[in-house]
């Protein structure tokens, strides 16, 4: 039985020998064939896996910002294996062969000269389908914060608080700890105050407390609460701890500043001091000289 890719370009140049003869025919032929077998497994390769891939992202819950990419990879496979079919029905077999060892020697060189950009990759694929954080997200690492701009399979794009750029590789945020202050609803603020050693710590408890009550962006449930956390130097510290919700960098800092402001305001009509650090120096001043410029004075 006559192979499939001999039976397509014998038909093909067959069907050409008779228009336009058979040297130009026995050229022509498969040339034909490859064009039209490469963009008949497209189309019809690209339509299912396009359907196919967003079955499985709607399943998976995926951003549209992980898409993207994902429906580019695709399609360079699909293109992948259309030039291969392509190829065989053509009947440009020993072509492919040699393009394969080709190929094969060029991936090896391309691996060895460019593993930090592929290990960035592999970390950007884990980026997509953990997700640990998402455009928009507040993340802190390694002592650098900012707010998520852009995802790539490459590089993080990452917009600090001070308005610069920071360009990231997937790797460093895949490889260390990432903290990501704004994945849950909610968000617990640690808030240390120092008052005197003379102050009343249950009444400075209470006013802490209190004013965590009353402020509109701080959460009743979790309730709010004050532990003594540290005897310092020169002062008693107490760490309130309150809750806010869908938290965000602005919202933090605003409910930060509006809380330990009211904190102060009543500290202040209550009579509760915040302490400054002591210092006392001991030992004597002596200068080198001093009475030869008295002598020289008088």
């Given at each position: 039985?006559?192979?499939?890719?001999?039976?397509?370009?014998?038909?093909?140049?067959?069907?050409?020998?008779?228009?336009?003869?058979?040297?130009?025919?026995?050229?022509?032929?498969?040339?034909?064939?490859?064009?039209?077998?490469?963009?008949?497994?497209?189309?019809?390769?690209?339509?299912?896996?396009?359907?196919?891939?967003?079955?499985?992202?709607?399943?998976?819950?995926?951003?549209?910002?992980?898409?993207?990419?994902?429906?580019?990879?695709?399609?360079?496979?699909?293109?992948?294996?259309?030039?291969?079919?392509?190829?065989?029905?053509?009947?440009?077999?020993?072509?492919?062969?040699?393009?394969?060892?080709?190929?094969?020697?060029?991936?090896?060189?391309?691996?060895?000269?460019?593993?930090?950009?592929?290990?960035?990759?592999?970390?950007?694929?884990?980026?997509?389908?953990?997700?640990?954080?998402?455009?928009?997200?507040?993340?802190?690492?390694d002592g650098h914060a900012g707010v998520?701009?852009?995802?790539?399979?490459?590089?993080?794009?990452?917009?600090?608080?001070?308005?610069?750029?920071?360009?990231?590789?997937?790797?460093?945020?895949?490889?260390?700890?990432?903290?990501?202050?704004?994945?849950?609803?909610?968000?617990?603020?640690?808030?240390?105050?120092?008052?005197?050693?003379?102050?009343?710590?249950?009444?400075?408890?209470?006013?802490?407390?209190?004013?965590?009550?009353?402020?509109?962006?701080?959460?009743?449930?979790?309730?709010?609460?004050?532990?003594?956390?540290?005897?310092?130097?020169?002062?008693?510290?107490?760490?309130?701890?309150?809750?806010?919700?869908?938290?965000?960098?602005?919202?933090?800092?605003?409910?930060?500043?509006?809380?330990?402001?009211?904190?102060?305001?009543?500290?202040?009509?209550?009579?509760?001091?915040?302490?400054?650090?002591?210092?006392?120096?001991?030992?004597?001043?002596?200068?080198?000289?001093?009475?030869?410029?008295?002598?020289?004075?008088?």
């Open positions: 039985m006559t192979p499939l890719p001999l039976q397509a370009t014998s038909f093909v140049r067959n069907l050409l020998t008779r228009l336009i003869g058979e040297t130009i025919a026995g050229a022509v032929a498969p040339i034909l064939v490859f064009v039209v077998a490469f963009v008949a497994v497209y189309i019809v390769g690209r339509s299912v896996s396009t359907t196919v891939l967003k079955r499985v992202l709607d399943a998976r819950g995926l951003d549209a910002h992980a898409r993207k990419p994902l429906n580019k990879i695709t399609n360079v496979v699909v293109a992948f294996v259309a030039i291969a079919v392509a190829f065989g029905l053509a009947e440009y077999g020993n072509f492919l062969q040699s393009l394969a060892t080709i190929a094969a020697a060029a991936t090896l060189a391309v691996g060895l000269a460019t593993q930090d950009t592929i290990s960035n990759f592999v970390a950007g694929v884990f980026i997509f389908t953990d997700r640990p954080f998402r455009i928009g997200d507040w993340i802190e690492w998520v701009e852009d995802v790539s399979f490459r590089v993080t794009r990452v917009r600090t608080f001070d308005n610069e750029l920071l360009t990231v590789p997937n790797n460093t945020l895949t490889s260390g700890v990432v903290k990501n202050p704004v994945a849950k609803d909610t968000l617990r603020l640690k808030i240390p105050f120092g008052i005197s050693y003379d102050d009343d710590v249950e009444q400075a408890s209470k006013i802490i407390v209190k004013e965590a009550e009353a402020a509109e962006d701080i959460l009743d449930n979790p309730a709010p609460s004050v532990r003594l956390t540290e005897l310092g130097d020169s002062a008693v510290v107490l760490q309130s701890r309150v809750w806010i919700a869908d938290p965000s960098r602005a919202d933090l800092v605003k409910t930060r500043a509006d809380y330990v402001t009211s904190v102060k305001r009543r500290f202040d009509q209550e009579g509760v001091n915040f302490p400054y650090p002591n210092r006392t120096l001991g030992g004597s001043l002596s200068i080198e000289g001093l009475d030869r410029l008295t002598e020289t004075a008088n």
